[in-house]
């Protein structure tokens, strides 16, 4: 008996690379794309980073020349990470007019007013304990917190500061920050939250990027990585309490995650390819075990495809390059 030869052949619709292009589903393209930057005070050259191959802490006087060439590279979205010399118990450099947080977004609006600042909200690079926020009987204490996140993110938005980033991972942290700059005068500023951040070993090289000594762990305030369903649940609640942009930290070892949370939301959503992912494929890479370019488009590609309408990513300048690079 001869076989049935199959009605629907799906291999006709990647017959060709002119038919796959226009069927592909999802895209990626450097609108979709925020560039971390590593801002060190005090220092006169750029340090390369061991933990983050290819990736440096710029000096301050190096900020103005990296905004400007990221900006003809065709990126318009940066977050910047502050590495300070001013550390104390509670990071009040932060809410400090004159702090690194506030000179780095006055450096950027100033020098390309068109490039969007989403200064990140947090203490950890600006504490001397390492901590998120304050430290009170060997817990970090979330209220005190929340009132020293608020303040710092007025300041950052007086800076000049598009969209705030808050990652501190208090409860009720983004509600306080939605009042507190609406009460200032700054409704117009945007929160991206850090809503579904874990608690990951991914984190590592970032630690060594910014010069994080941490006393203990982060566990009793960041997402326990096996809980998926309250995840979704502290996502809920950021959405609950005002922010704009709810995000997934990691992204890729949390993929579920995020796909199940583009279920439960309209708002749009962001991913965090954080250092330990840029870190296992740039080495990989350098090990002449895989092909760099195509891996980086296949995670972007699988982020967008799981829910992600923006991704944090250590790659973005060097896509941003390749991308000049075809052109």
């Known amino acids: 008996m001869l076989n049935t030869p199959p009605l629907r052949r799906l291999r006709r619709l990647r017959s060709s690379e002119a038919m796959r292009d226009l069927l592909r589903e999802t895209q990626i ?52 990470f502050g590495i300070s010399h001013t550390k104390d118990d509670k990071g009040s450099d932060t809410w400090d007019d004159n702090g690194l947080l506030a000179r780095m977004v006055r450096t950027i609006k100033d020098t390309v007013p068109e490039m969007m600042v989403i200064s990140d909200i947090c203490f950890c690079e600006y504490t ?45 942290q983004v509600k306080a920050i939605r009042h507190g700059l609406d009460a200032a005068g700054f409704e117009h500023v945007a929160i991206l939250a850090h809503s579904a951040k874990f608690a990951s070993s991914f984190y590592g090289p970032f630690r060594a990027a910014v010069d994080c000594e941490l006393r203990g762990n982060r566990k009793g305030y960041q997402l326990d990585y096996a809980n998926g369903r309250q995840a979704l649940l502290e996502a809920l609640l950021d959405e609950a309490e005002g922010a ?47 092909d760099e370019r195509a891996v980086v488009t296949e995670t972007f590609i699988g982020l967008k495809r799981a829910g992600a309408d923006l991704i944090v990513s250590y790659y973005t300048k060097q896509y941003a390059q390749w991308l000049a690079e075809s052109h």
């Open 29 to 80: 393209s450097l609108s979709d794309l925020i560039h971390p930057l590593f801002i060190e005070e005090h220092i006169s050259h750029a340090v390369p980073i061991s933990t983050l191959p290819g990736i440096s802490r710029l000096p301050e006087s190096a900020l103005a020349d990296e905004v400007r060439e990221l900006y003809a590279l065709g990126i318009r979205y940066v977050m910047p």
């Open 128 to 172: 001397d304990h390492g901590h998120c926020g304050v430290v009170h009987h060997n817990e970090v204490c979330n209220d005190l917190t929340v009132e020293n996140l608020v303040k710092q993110s007025i300041t950052a938005a007086k800076a000049g500061a598009d969209m705030l980033a808050p990652s501190a991972m208090m409860d009720g």
């Open 244 to 290: 704009d942009i709810l995000m997934v930290k990691p992204g890729t070892p949390y993929l579920d995650v995020l796909s199940r949370l583009r279920q439960e939301t309209h708002l749009p959503l962001a991913a965090y390819q954080v250092g330990g992912e840029y870190a296992g494929i740039k080495f990989a890479a350098l090990a002449g075990a895989l």
